[in-house]
């Protein structure tokens, strides 16, 4: 069986879920070692124990893996397992990142510039001139827009992108033989060709209610912005909004009058310390440190007589070949454990090496 059959089959395992297939994946290496394993082995691995172990050990539907890589291949999707090099790397540092996910489209989903946009369905013609401005001003800022493909600002910011010649990424919270809401099957069908659809659900998964908050994680933990516009207090983008924090994403809101419900979200969010409040693409630009130098960037000869360690090199040779990197493109080119880079970016900042600038980047210190 080849490896896909594995990988698939691993996320269909009861009682195996994201987290603990990723640490098993850890371990072994790839996704048919784990099924390989002996049962007593896996027994003794921290969090796995008896009841998961059992499950590991009698699972036996790998012919729904095979029907499952018919679809793929017959309407041409690429499945992104977690140890690929075209998995969206910043899920990486969410600890519930999806083990697989299934793609079609065009667009780099690690791209050096993601925004995720969300908000209400029940859009107000304030918040549908907020999105549109907001994308339209992004044209040339060469950046990849997410969202979840939902009615209302969902649906806006994907269609202003298209618009404005943007690449643009749905995220679905079911498979791809449907669309969801159907009204949008046109505008998915033209997202496939300037931007895709990614999910990690399989064929026949109906987009039901559980899936929403899966869905809205990814949103959350493949961008480097997280921006609201208009949601209720209790509206799933707060949801979105409270995932993207504790995956330590930059999160912006749009603010709108206080006595407007389709706002109070957002305010909420800004009156909380939750999000940043931004009126426009220069707000975003300079809080994510995303602006032009103003004058040409003059780089010093450094002295570096201090001895670096091996972590501390890595992250300098990284940081001396470009102008300043988001903490995201940090980790996935240097290959350093979360621990790692907190660590030699605290020593090399305390040596005046590297500079800490607002949006979670870094550069070398004039």
């Known amino acids: 069986m080849s490896d896909l059959v594995y990988q698939i089959a691993l996320t269909l395992v009861p009682n195996i879920g994201d987290v603990h297939a990723r640490a098993l994946v850890n371990i072994y290496g790839d996704a048919q070692s784990v099924f390989k394993a002996k049962k007593k ?41 977690i140890t690929g090099k075209d998995y969206p790397q910043r899920l990486l540092n969410c600890y519930d990142s999806p083990l697989l996910l299934y ?17 209400t369905r029940n859009h107000s013609e304030y918040g549908k001139a907020a999105c549109e401005k907001l994308v339209e001003e992004l044209q040339s800022e060469n950046v990849l827009i997410v969202s979840g493909l939902a009615y209302g600002i969902d649906t806006i910011a994907h269609k202003a992108a298209l618009k404005n010649n ?25 997202m496939v060709e300037q931007g895709g659809l990614l ?13 929403f908050p899966k869905r809205n994680r990814i949103v959350a933990g493949m961008c480097d912005a997280l921006v609201v516009i208009e949601s209720s207090k209790k509206g799933g983008s ?55 130098p103003t004058k040409p960037a003059h780089k010093k000869q450094r002295e570096l007589f201090l001895e670096f360690t091996a972590h501390e090199k890595i992250v300098v040779d990284i940081l001396q070949q470009q102008e ?25 900042e305390m040596n005046g090496i590297v500079d800490s600038l607002p949006g979670k980047v870094y550069k070398i210190s004039e």
């Open 103 to 119: 793609y079609r489209g065009t667009a780099d989903l690690n791209t050096s510039r993601i925004i995720s946009i969300v908000g």
């Open 238 to 292: 707060l949801i979105t909004a409270e995932l993207a924090n504790g995956y330590n994403k930059d999160v912006f809101a749009i603010p709108g009058k206080t006595t407007d419900i389709k706002s109070e979200g957002c305010n909420y969010l800004i009156k909380n310390n939750k999000a940043s409040l931004i009126s426009g693409r220069d707000d975003l630009l300079e809080i994510m440190n995303w602006k032009p």
């Open 324 to 348: 300043s990197i988001q903490i995201d493109q940090l980790y996935f080119k240097s290959g350093l454990s979360s621990s790692a880079m907190a660590a030699a970016l605290l020593m090399l």
């Open 199 to 211: 999910t990690e659900f399989l064929k026949n998964t109906n987009p039901d209610k559980q899936n």
């Open 166 to 190: 943007l690449p643009t990424v749905g995220v679905l919270a079911h498979g791809l033989d449907r669309i969801y809401p159907p009204q949008n099957k046109n505008l998915a069908k033209q």
């Open 41 to 81: 082995e896996l027994e003794n691995i921290d969090g796995i124990g008896t009841v998961r172990a059992g499950s590991l050990k009698s699972f036996t539907d790998f012919t729904s893996c095979e029907a499952e890589i018919k679809f793929i291949e017959q309407y041409k999707i690429t499945p992104l397992f």
